[in-house]
């Protein structure tokens, strides 16, 4: 079993509806989490993190951790043509490294 | 701009030559990663610098490969003898924890050589 395991997609939306991407992992180990975005040909870019249980807001993007069933989850509200990229989840297990170890990502079509 | 600069951008070499691609880490920056990244997958952690120190390796980097940090500023990763399945593009990353930062940091990532060995 993967560490960290993602729909590879494309899940695709109508520009202004509600993208959600779901993420989830198999060790409890696991501390934090995380959300990059990838444009075609880029670099990852971070969006958002969390680390604790529950909802965590920031502009249109929503993270959302469960532990205890060991899935994180991204919410794009007011999806718009920009936000088509591939969003790739990640988790560290702190320590000394913090190494991140990333789902092979979900590529997100919002369509105009 | 002060990104984390990569170079080069792109590298086409024949099976069995030697390549050596460079980092330059934000400048205050005291950690420095190598992912490694191929189509339609995530990034696949390689290892990682504290200062010039070298303190973890993945299982992936074979004999072939090795990074160093000189004076832990930039970061070269050398790729010997390359091989077909060393295609992909190397994602250079760093980051700094502050004293009493929680567990969290910010990676950075620079735009990435891509790699083709024909």
């Known amino acids: 079993q993967k560490e960290v395991e993602q729909n590879s997609g494309p899940l695709s939306v109508p520009e202004g509806a509600i993208a959600s991407l779901n993420c989830t992992y198999s060790d409890r180990g696991s501390q934090s989490f995380f959300w990059y975005r990838q444009y075609s040909g880029k670099s990852p870019e971070l969006i958002m993190f969390i680390y604790s249980n529950g909802d965590k807001e920031d502009g249109r993007f929503t993270a959302q951790l469960n532990k205890a069933s060991q899935y994180v989850s991204l919410l794009i509200r007011d999806s718009q043509p920009s936000d088509s990229a591939t969003y790739l989840c990640?988790?560290?297990?702190?320590?000394?490294?913090?190494?991140?170890?990333f789902g092979t990502g979900t590529l997100l079509a919002v369509q105009p | 701009d002060t990104g984390v600069s990569q170079d080069p951008r792109h590298k086409i070499t024949k099976r069995g030559q030697n390549v050596t691609f460079r980092c330059d880490p934000i400048s205050e920056h005291n950690r420095l990663y190598w992912y490694r990244q191929t189509l339609g997958q995530g990034p696949e952690f390689l290892t990682y610098f504290q200062n010039e120190a070298q303190l973890e390796k993945s299982r992936l980097l074979s004999d072939r490969f090795s990074a160093e940090r000189p004076k832990g500023s930039f970061s070269t990763l050398e790729i010997q003898r390359t091989e077909q399945g060393d295609s992909a593009m190397y994602l250079c990353?760093?980051?700094?924890?502050?004293?009493?930062?929680?567990?969290?940091?910010?990676?950075?990532f620079g735009s990435g050589t891509q790699l083709s060995v024909l």
């Open positions: 990640a988790l560290s297990y702190g320590g000394a490294t913090n190494k991140l170890i």
């Open positions: 990353a760093s980051s700094s924890r502050l004293p009493g930062q929680s567990i969290n940091e910010k990676l950075f």
